[in-house]
């Protein structure tokens, strides 16, 4: 018995590779715990698996700047950049001491996020995560997602407790705390 593929299979034009496997397999993940458990349940599920990559995220990201704490435009810088490097296409539309807000052309998850909101709680919370461990609060507020068939995303991370942070719809992070 061999190992070898038959040429015939070997050589099919099919659009499977490592990328699109992952990225199928998370969509169908939380397709399934959203069917199981309902939108806001398989968010909650999410949003665990967020917050571990961005506190990952948070210390690579600092190991490599060689420093303790990120400062504001640094935050605003990695966020941009770790999304990039993902192949997420985000960009800061404005940044100032109470918010960053940022856009994005492309989602890292491609179609596969489409109906599939639930997976941008990673986004909200690797963002929250990484703003609340250096800057001591965030609220993420995703106001456009292409999860949900918008052209691009729109997503506020307040830094601030103000009274626009207040209004906003969305989750609030604190130094060392997990996400309420």
């Known amino acids: 018995m061999t190992n070898t593929l038959n040429n015939s299979v070997a050589t099919l034009?099919?659009?499977?590779?490592r990328d699109i496997f992952l990225r199928t397999l998370i969509r169908e993940l939380s397709g399934t715990l959203h069917d199981v458990v309902g939108l806001e349940e398989a968010s909650g599920f999410l949003s665990v698996v967020g917050g571990?990559?961005?506190?990952?995220?948070?210390q690579d990201?600092?190991?490599?700047?060689?420093?303790?704490?990120?400062?504001?435009?640094?935050?605003g810088d990695v966020?941009?950049?770790?999304?990039?490097?993902?192949?997420?296409d985000?960009?800061?539309?404005?940044?100032?001491?109470?918010?960053?807000?940022?856009?994005?052309?492309?989602?890292?998850?491609?179609?596969?996020?489409?109906?599939?909101?639930?997976?941008?709680?990673?986004?909200?919370?690797?963002?929250?995560?990484?703003?609340?461990?250096n800057l001591g609060y965030a609220k993420v507020e995703l106001q456009?997602?292409?999860?949900?068939?918008?052209?691009?995303?729109?997503v506020v991370v307040y830094l601030k407790i103000t009274e626009e942070a207040e209004d906003a719809e969305g989750r609030e992070y604190f130094r060392g705390v997990e996400s309420v």
């Open 79 to 88: 966020l941009v950049d770790l999304k990039r490097r993902i192949q997420g």
């Open 13 to 17: 034009n099919l659009s499977l590779e």
């Open 52 to 58: 571990t990559m961005g506190r990952q995220l948070n």
């Open 144 to 154: 456009k997602t292409i999860a949900q068939g918008d052209p691009g995303c729109r």
């Open 61 to 75: 990201y600092k190991s490599a700047l060689e420093v303790s704490n990120l400062s504001r435009k640094q935050v």
């Open 90 to 133: 985000f960009y800061v539309i404005e940044q100032n001491d109470e918010k960053i807000v940022l856009g994005n052309r492309v989602c890292p998850f491609g179609d596969k996020v489409l109906n599939r909101p639930a997976i941008c709680m990673m986004t909200s919370n690797v963002f929250g995560t990484i703003a609340a461990n």
